[in-house]
Nanobody, 124 residues
Framework: QVQLVESGGGLVQAGGSLRLSCAAS????????MGWFRQAPGKEREFVAT????????YYLDSVKGRFTIWRDNAESKVYLQMNSLKPEDTAVYYC?????????????????WGQGTQVTVSS
């Protein structure tokens, strides 16, 4: 059984930081592109960041570039999202996702597995 479990969400003031973690099990982790998506109340889920198999390549939503960093530890089957300089508009449920693909995808429908999400709330 494939499971992705996020942790690390919480309440933080604007300008603060959080680190999200995603622990994967039941899949060959190193063969999956991993990504983070988020969904704010009343909005569609949107892409945040993705990372390639080896972790050598990353891609970010423009609005989080320079503030968020995605990395992975294949030995531990974990992917992380470090979020700095948080803004109220970053408030959302953040989801970890995995895609067994051979190319980049920012489309949520091309991801195969999803976690249940972790709430990030940024107060102003």
């Amino acid at each position: 059984q494939v499971q992705l479990v996020e942790s690390g969400g919480g309440l933080v003031q604007a300008g603060g930081s959080l680190r999200l973690s995603c622990a994967a099990s039941g899949l060959t982790f190193s063969s999956y592109f991993m990504g983070w998506f988020r969904q704010a109340p009343g909005k569609e889920r949107e892409f945040v960041a993705t990372i390639s198999w080896s972790g050598a390549s990353t891609y970010y939503l423009d609005s989080v570039k320079g503030r968020f960093t995605i990395w992975r530890d294949n030995a531990e089957s974990k992917v992380y999202l470090q979020m700095n300089s948080l803004k109220p508009e970053d408030t959302a449920v953040y989801y970890c996702a995995g895609r067994r693909g051979s190319r980049w995808s920012l489309n949520e429908y091309e991801y195969d597995y999803w976690g249940q999400g972790t709430q990030v709330t940024v107060s102003s």
